[in-house]
């Protein structure tokens, strides 16, 4: 008997959220009641972030003046949570709500204001020598839980430079988005989008959802070719402005290494989160070793496909035609179902999450799209959905729901300063829970064609996160390097390492493309976030590794690398990542523990290959 409040999203239709019933709602009452609630929490974080002001100067004073300016500014910080998450989830359910939207800006004053308000304690305590700080650590116990924030800050300050010099570095600090500013400027503001004409003569502007959906689904070579050319040629038309923008980032990042004094841009981009630099280029080497699988998954769908050619356009068209829906009130207990390797507790807590009303799951008028995880301490963590029944919308709550387990282990285990984790961790879990989730499917699936979309769907995802990703982290690291072997940057040098790329990754599996060469002016991370996609491609890599113990065969071994793994969750920010990877038995300056991506890739592209013979 089909349930009273059951929900389904209908295509075409937007419903209001009072269409929607509760259950399908989350329910944020564990942060606030209401609003008065949430009023009284708002003056008492703005009390708090007066009353830590005052504690300016006491640091040096001794342990007991140090432990509780700690704790003070934990004090505050679990406030913020509150304070920041009750307006802002409330407004992601309809952003048009003018009155939570000024809540929520109320809430990023008052954040302002403690920034301000707090800005003395980093420079006040490390102004007192670390031998010191390091004995107080030592006799006082309570303080001694803050000594990775301790070493941590006075990890980073190693390179900090004196006032003058710091003062210098302030005044060019404002040159350092230009580079990005005028990408942006480049590709969007003024950016004139061309027309395509499809083949059934129908006209579309070229966006990049437009160009990427189509890649995505048109099943007409001639389309897709045509979108991906023009596409580039926009790119390829600007090639020497987007040369002399990169080499703006280049510059810009050796500047700051040299005069903070590290070794290379690579070693600069690393220090914070205290990673060797080997971790990079081992990645970056082994990946490259081991691009058989890649490549053996393209020959197959050049097969497959049976064009003369097979470009860069071709990689992402399905390879059978199925659309299956799934249900959100079935999908919920397949997710309880795939974590079950995890252990019953890991399972009870996935079911608290869905039983609990953590999630707002459909979308509705006015509501954000896409999808997270927020991390509500002293509450529980929220996810945000826009469940359409999709095949990514499954994985996508899966994904979320593996950050959520995250925080929520974490958090409990964890006191508040070591809460929060990286970004070169988080990736992990989910990623870990959505392979625990494709094991599930695959045996659960119906039809050959469910396989092969599911197939599909993990190759295609670990060509996406990892290989591109890796390859995106070598081209970063070679360009960076020309900057600092005095090399000249131009159009030329930037697409010759592309092209050096596409062909030691592809090999002649894919057929040359000229214009691809420029693609490296199309990556906006290039631009932005100099060093950082590389991450994926390590919690990949991670996760592939913590999987061969969660799926073996041995209980023993088995149940090892699980509690090793709960582990590293329970761990949240309590020591620099390459140390809490190491307590899930992963580490990534060895080559096995990249090899393990490619050896993934290769059992799921024979299993894909049988399914296709
Ligand atoms: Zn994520």
């Avoid at 050049?302 to 299956?324: N, Q, S």
């Avoid at 002649?508 to 493309?513: T, Y």
């Avoid at 113990?549 to 020591?575: I, M």
Wanted: proline residues 4%; aromatic residues 12%; charged residues 20%.
């Amino acid at each position: 008997m089909p349930m009273l409040d059951t929900f389904r999203p209908e295509s075409g239709s937007l419903p209001t959220r009072d269409a929607i019933p509760t259950r399908y709602k989350w329910d944020l009452t564990s942060i606030c009641t209401n609003w008065d609630e949430w009023s009284r929490t708002y003056a008492t974080l703005d009390s708090a972030i007066n009353a830590f002001a005052a504690l300016q100067g006491t640091l040096a004073q001794g342990p007991e003046p140090l432990l509780a300016a700690f704790q003070a500014m934990d004090a505050m910080g679990e406030l913020a949570y509150r304070v920041w998450y009750f307006a802002s989830l409330q407004y992601d359910e309809d952003q048009r709500s003018n009155d939570v939207n000024a809540r929520r800006q109320q809430v990023q004053i008052l954040f302002a204001r403690q920034q301000q308000a707090s800005s003395w304690f980093n420079p006040e305590l490390l102004s007192i020598p670390l031998d010191t700080v390091r004995a107080w650590l030592e006799a006082n116990a309570t303080l001694g839980t803050y000594r990775f924030a301790v070493e941590s800050l006075f990890h980073e300050q190693e390179h900090v430079l004196d006032e003058a010099g710091e003062r210098l570095m302030s005044f060019a600090g404002r040159f350092n988005s230009v580079p990005y500013d005028s990408y942006s400027a480049l590709t969007t503001a003024d950016a004139k989008h061309p027309s395509l004409t499809l083949s059934d003569g129908r006209a579309l502007t070229l966006t990049y959802g437009h160009y990427r959906a189509l890649l995505e689904t048109n099943p007409n070579q001639v389309d897709r070719a045509a979108a991906y050319r023009l596409f580039h040629q926009t790119f390829s038309d600007n090639q020497n402005t987007y040369a002399a923008l990169y080499n703006g980032v280049l510059q810009r990042d050796w500047f700051h290494a040299r005069a903070r004094g590290y070794a290379t841009t690579l070693d600069a981009a690393l220090h914070g989160n205290n990673i060797p630099t080997s971790v990079v280029e081992n990645l970056i080497e082994v990946t490259k070793q081991g691009v058989e699988p890649l490549r053996r998954y393209h020959r197959l769908r050049r097969r497959v496909l049976g064009g003369d050619t097979y470009r860069l356009f071709d990689v992402f068209v399905p390879l059978v035609a199925h659309t299956a829906q799934y249900p959100y009130d079935e999908v919920g207990g397949w997710i309880v179902d795939s974590v079950a390797p995890l252990g019953a507790e890991y399972q009870q807590q996935v079911r608290r999450a869905f039983d609990g009303r953590w999630i707002d799951v459909f979308e509705n008028q006015g509501k954000r799209s896409g999808a997270y995880s927020a991390p509500v301490y002293g509450a529980h963590p929220y996810m945000l959905l826009n469940y359409n029944e999709t095949l990514d919308a499954v994985f996508t709550l899966a994904h979320e729901m593996g950050h959520s387990m995250h925080t929520l282990l974490s958090h409990q285990a964890q006191p508040f300063v070591y809460a929060g984790y990286t970004i070169f961790v988080a990736e992990v879990p989910s990623t870990l829970n959505e392979a625990l989730f494709l094991d599930l499917m695959l045996d659960r699936a119906k039809s050959r064609e469910e396989r092969i979309v599911l197939l599909q769907h993990a190759i295609d995802s670990i060509a996406g996160t990892f290989y591109t990703q890796v390859l995106f982290a070598d081209f970063e690291l070679q360009a960076h390097r020309l900057v600092e072997q005095d090399q000249p940057v131009t159009a030329e040098s930037l697409n010759t390492i592309y092209a050096g790329l596409l062909d030691a990754y592809y090999g002649d599996v894919i057929d040359r493309e000229e214009v691809s060469r420029v693609t490296w002016a199309r990556i906006p991370h290039f631009f932005s976030t100099p060093y950082y996609v590389y991450q994926y491609a390590t919690c990949f890599a991670s996760t592939a590794r913590l999987m061969q113990g969660v799926r073996s065969t041995a209980p023993g071994e088995r149940a090892d690398a699980v509690a090793r793994y709960l582990n590293l969750l329970k761990a949240g920010g309590s020591d620099y990542p390459m140390n809490l990877l190491s307590l899930a038995g992963v580490d990534l300056s060895q080559p096995d523990t990249v090899r393990a991506v490619s050896t993934e890739l290769d059992t799921l592209v024979a299993r894909l290959e049988r399914e296709l013979q």
